[in-house]
């Protein structure tokens, strides 16, 4: 097998990894807007990570090589925290403003990596990519439709989440060289810590349901960052971006099987463009291998 042919099944895989992962993110937003209402944010993320904990430890047990003092431990230590915040700001956002909100806010991530990965990790960004991103964001507010609440101070911490998602994403790639257990075990253990400190004195016992839910949360949330984790080792952050806009088709089918509701046509619309911004990076990066030079980057 050529190279070429190598990098792209390399690729595709890494795609195939991402989309699997944002899958699991809108299951994992779907339980967490349920929970979050009747449970503090710290409470949740500590429930949260003690149900990663309970296949992570068996794991780490098997394999404790992996947890060994990583190489740029400042680089993970701001990834740990970056990662904590991100889930805090989310899970705090979806108690003021309508999750379509939030959404549209996270949904900004992939512009912000795909400029991040240009000016941090010198990833070319050409016109293809740029307009996978623009298109697929497009998508993303005609289906939300985004209420007049995205105006509120709530909006900032949402905001704010998706500046961290995408700095995470960001600097996941830069660690590529990272174990992915590593990455997630420390992942989780920051977040562990973030939720028992900001749950004192805010702790509310939760039913044996709602508990089980939190750690149900917690196996969904690792399979997802152990899949986004390892798409990152394998692809471009620039080149997965784009398809984090599936998280929306995601959401209106699990809100059409479980709550019946209906999409709209705006919803049909947006989900047309984001399904066209994927299929966009698609079929450069199966062209790229035989003519590398059918995007060049923008300068």
């Not at 003021?96 to 010198?122: E, H, I, K």
């Not at 390892?230 to 471009?236: E, F, I």
Request: net charge neutral; aromatic share 10%.
């Amino acid at each position: 097998m050529t190279p070429e042919a190598t990098a792209s099944r390399q690729t595709s895989l890494a795609i195939s990894l991402f989309s699997a992962g944002v899958f699991f993110f809108a299951v994992n937003d779907a339980l967490g807007k349920w929970l979050v209402t009747g449970y503090p944010v710290g409470e949740i993320m500590l429930i949260r990570s003690c149900g990663a904990g309970l296949f992570l430890v068996p794991m780490l047990v098997r394999d404790p090589a992996s947890l060994r003092r990583p190489n740029q431990l400042g680089l993970h230590a701001i990834r740990v925290l970056i990662m904590a915040g991100d889930s805090f700001a989310f899970y705090f956002a979806t108690r003021s403003l309508p999750l379509a909100d939030v959404m549209t806010f996270y949904l900004a991530a992939p512009l912000l990596v795909t400029l991040l990965a240009m000016l941090t990790l010198r990833e070319p960004i050409g016109p293809w990519k740029a307009l996978a991103v623009v298109v697929g964001f497009a998508g993303v507010v005609v289906a939300l439709h985004p209420s007049g609440a995205s105006l509120s101070p709530a909006a900032f911490i949402a905001l704010a989440g998706s500046l961290m998602f995408a700095t995470a994403i960001v600097i996941t790639r830069g660690l590529r060289q990272t174990h992915w257990l590593s990455l997630v075990a420390w992942q989780f253990m920051g977040a562990a810590v973030v939720g028992a400190v900001t749950s004192l004195g805010a702790w509310v016992q939760p039913s044996l349901l709602d508990c089980g839910l939190m750690l149900l949360v917690g196996f969904i949330s690792m399979i997802c960052f152990i899949s986004i984790n390892k798409a990152l080792s394998l692809a471009q952050a620039s080149v997965l971006a784009p398809f984090h806009y599936t998280s929306i088709i995601w959401a209106v089918l699990l809100g059409w099987l479980i709550w019946g509701d209906i999409p709209t046509h705006e919803m049909c619309i947006g989900i047309g463009l984001i399904v066209a911004s994927g299929a966009l990076v698609w079929l450069r990066e199966r062209l790229a291998p035989q003519d590398p030079h059918c995007e060049a980057p923008i300068a």
